[in-house]
């Protein structure tokens, strides 16, 4: 399949794809046999990639998908004069990825989060999402050599999805650093989605999302992330004095 040029927000790419295009993309990457990396970039990915070149290239060599996650990366984009269509938020493309799976028979494999996380979050996909396969589940909390084990587990269930709940770059590195061995074709990571699904943190409503005002809902509900949020001003002024789209 296809996927449109991406455009380019402080030198990391990002695909301009809708929802439903993202979802049709990833599905033919699982008919397909196809494995695809997909990173959700906010703002603070993106500042994150400034910071770090590691993360950087793996952003922007090795995902296949990178998609604008925020009401942030949407206006820089659109700012820096790309078509962005819309804002495809990391936690709505779970919730979609999910019901197409319960329509389709994919399976999905949950790792990250607290211990109990991952299969709270199991059984609230099994009520939102009637006929969804889960099949399994691991907390995010290992050491380095337990990576082999977790690899094994997760090939043996058999998942064409693999969700990665560990935090960002966490996330995309362990799934980066592993990608040829696991055999699910989505690889993703999700932040804390998984908390959001077991109720152990909630999403803003759904007016503040509309109004851009996500982030500030994250700050009231968990004002721990202030230090890390101070990456949303800096992003903004380092678009607006960017002067050009790279
Ligand atoms: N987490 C994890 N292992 C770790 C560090 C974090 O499983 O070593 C989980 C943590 O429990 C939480 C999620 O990763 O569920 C990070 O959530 P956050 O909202 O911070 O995600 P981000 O905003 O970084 O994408």
């Not at 005002?213 to 949020?229: C, I």
Request: proline share 5%.
């Amino acid at each position: 399949m296809q996927i449109k040029e991406p455009v380019k927000i402080l030198g990391v790419p990002v695909h301009p794809l809708t929802m439903g295009e993202a979802v049709s993309t990833l599905e033919y990457s699982i008919q397909n046999g196809k494995q695809a990396f997909v990173v959700t970039a906010n703002a603070e990915i993106i500042m994150m990639c400034q910071q770090d070149a590691d993360y950087k290239k793996i952003v922007s060599q090795d995902a296949q998908l990178v998609l604008p996650d925020g009401a942030g990366a949407v206006w820089a984009g659109r700012h820096l004069g790309y078509k962005i269509p819309e804002r495809v938020a990391g936690f709505d493309l779970y919730c979609q990825l999910l019901e197409r799976a319960s329509q389709k028979g994919y399976k999905a494999y949950f790792f990250g989060g607290s211990p109990g996380i991952a299969e709270a979050a199991k059984a609230k996909s099994e009520e939102l999402y009637p006929g969804v396969k889960v099949v399994g589940c691991r907390n995010g909390y290992f050491k380095e050599e337990e990576s082999q084990s977790i690899i094994d587990e997760i090939n043996a269930s058999g998942a064409d999805m693999l969700f990665a709940a560990l935090g960002a770059p966490k996330q995309e590195k362990w799934l980066v650093r592993y990608r040829d061995q696991l055999k699910p074709k989505v690889l993703m990571g999700i932040g804390g989605s998984f908390d959001v699904f077991a109720g152990k943190m909630e999403r803003a409503p759904k007016w503040m999302q509309d109004a851009s005002l996500e982030w500030a809902f994250r700050l009231y509900k968990q004002p721990s992330r202030f230090m890390r949020m101070m990456a949303l001003p800096k992003f903004v002024l380092k678009v607006l004095f960017s002067g050009n789209k790279d």
